[in-house]
């Protein structure tokens, strides 16, 4: 079975800070690992994805996250936030074969402050 | 950028009453999800559908549950008889078949009063 672990269930942070958002996982498989934010009364939209190759991922919006496969990890990092970063983190994790359901963290707040 | 369309954004029903929610996934799409989020709490996966049949469902995906494909572009979900734990924002989701992105929903809000 898997399961994602999101440490922090709410993030503050002052503009143009930088943050980091974390995220474990677990499984006894090969995975895929995503990063989704949800804006308020919006959808799930995709930050960014890995699936192989290079542990580094950028993604939109100026994110990027590590892959650590050592330490299960996968957390998420922006350099600089702005306030319309504030928005609720969803770190997933998905088996790399079969239908590919993902199994989502409970989220991260992510509240940035002027 | 191409988008899955739910539809209403909103219900309310009353307990015990059937809900169909709607969903059109994008269009050269294979695989279909539902995935609900309870307030408060983590995104939660319910059933995947390939093929004209369920692939994988949860615990939470029981006899109340049905999902349906009926013409081709409309994926639907089907409670039966909503109980008040049905509460829950329901996500519709798809991806082709050689991309792993899944396409999410805005959602429909389902209130059970």
């Known amino acids: 079975a898997q399961s994602v672990t999101q440490l922090d269930s709410q993030v503050p942070v002052f503009e143009e800070a930088p943050v980091e958002l974390r995220c474990n996982y677990s499984s006894s498989v090969s995975v895929y690992l995503f990063w989704y934010v949800q804006y308020p009364n919006q959808g799930l939209q995709l930050l960014l994805k890995y699936l192989s190759g290079s542990t580094l991922v950028k993604g939109i919006n100026g994110f990027e996250a590590e892959f650590n496969k050592s330490q299960t990890s996968f957390h998420l990092r922006k350099p600089s936030v702005h306030i319309s970063d504030t928005a609720e983190y969803f770190c997933?994790?998905?088996?790399?074969?079969?239908?590919?359901?993902?199994?989502f963290g409970a989220g991260t707040r992510l509240a940035v402050h002027p | 950028e191409p988008e899955v369309t739910q539809t209403p954004s909103h219900q309310v029903t009353q307990m015990g009453q059937e809900v169909i929610l709607r969903c059109v996934p994008i269009?050269?799409?294979?695989?279909f999800y539902w995935y609900r989020q309870i307030l408060g709490q983590k995104v939660e996966f319910l059933v995947s559908?390939?093929?004209?049949?369920?692939?994988?469902k949860s615990e939470i995906f029981d006899d109340q549950f049905s999902v349906e494909r009926p013409d081709g572009s409309n994926f639907t979900l089907k409670i039966r008889s909503t109980k008040l734990e049905d509460s829950a924002m329901y996500f519709c989701a798809s991806r082709a078949a050689t991309n792993e992105k899944l396409f999410f929903g805005s959602g429909t809000q389902l209130s059970v009063l």
């Open positions: 997933a994790v998905s088996s790399s074969g079969g239908y590919n359901k993902l199994i």
């Open positions: 559908f390939y093929n004209n049949e369920i692939s994988e």
């Open positions: 269009s050269n799409h294979l695989y």
